[in-house]
């Protein structure tokens, strides 16, 4: 099993930036894709970036359009943490930010969907005022 926490999340006006990070423990691996995503009040879970592995040197990430240019999603091998530096926040941007981890398994698609994870954090709330 792998537990994922989340923390960084908070109040922020619009225009500022906040880093949000994902601890990892128990059977982990950086084999695995990491993902973030959110959910507003009344929506869905929505995608927010994946960051999956290539070979041992070269991972490669993917964003939703809402926030590609804005985001960064980047990852710590050494400290098993994930992480989402997330700059010029609009207030569209407030959600409970979960990260998720897939072991690659049968389930595994593109990482863009919340079926291709098996592990999820409990959410770490951002709200950004206008």
């Known amino acids: 099993q792998v537990q994922l926490v989340e923390s960084g999340g908070g109040l922020v006006q619009a225009g500022g930036s906040l880093r949000l990070s994902c601890a990892a423990s128990g059977r982990t691996s950086s084999r695995y894709a990491m993902g973030w995503f959110r959910q507003a009040p009344g929506k869905e879970r929505e995608f927010v970036a994946v960051?999956?592995?290539?070979?041992?040197?070269?991972?490669?990430?993917d964003y939703s359009d809402s926030v590609k240019g804005r985001f960064t999603i980047s990852r710590d091998n050494a400290k098993n943490t994930v992480y989402l530096q997330m700059s010029d926040l609009k207030p569209e941007d407030t959600a409970v930010y979960y990260c998720?981890?897939?072991?690659?398994?049968?389930?595994?698609?593109?990482?863009?969907?919340?079926?291709?994870?098996?592990?999820w954090g409990q959410g770490t709330q951002v709200t950004v005022s206008s």
């Open positions: 960051i999956r592995r290539i070979d041992d040197l070269t991972y490669i990430a």
């Open positions: 998720a981890g897939s072991g690659l398994g049968p389930n595994y698609h593109n990482g863009i969907n919340p079926e291709d994870y098996d592990y």
